[in-house]
């Protein structure tokens, strides 16, 4: 019994830190995107470092999606996730009109495209404005 627990113990410890070191941190979020509540409650759109997007308070049908941004020239494409249409009619209004930062779209990947520039005041999806935030608000 003694030489057993010479081994369950040395045994159990490496479990435990082994444990501990094949954890990955949780992404963060790099970008918040924000359509501040009014007729309809806060929807936040949420970049994590990982290349996801998740939506909060709303658009959760758009999930699961994803992001990237080219440093270089500012573009921004937002993939939506979901089953739900592509909103190619109203990404057409946009990008005609010039409506929120929209460059193109694809709607076969189910790709958004931004022009994003530090005076970018606001991106918009479907007929949502989405502002930058610190932090989502919405629940």
Known sequence: M???????YPALLLAALGG???QTPAPTAVHVWESPA???????????????LAFKGGFQFYQPGTWRQDAGTGMLTVTLGGTVPF??????????????????YNEQRRELIYKVGA????????NFYFYRKDACSAT
């Open 2 to 8: 003694r030489n057993m627990r010479a081994y369950v």
């Open 20 to 22: 501990c070191a094949l």
């Open 38 to 52: 009014a007729e309809f409650p806060a929807i936040c759109m949420v970049m994590h470092s990982d290349g996801t």
């Open 87 to 104: 909103p190619a009619d109203i990404a057409k209004v946009q990008l005609r009109s010039k409506i929120g930062a929209l460059a193109a």
């Open 119 to 126: 005076a970018t005041p606001y991106i918009a999806l479907g």
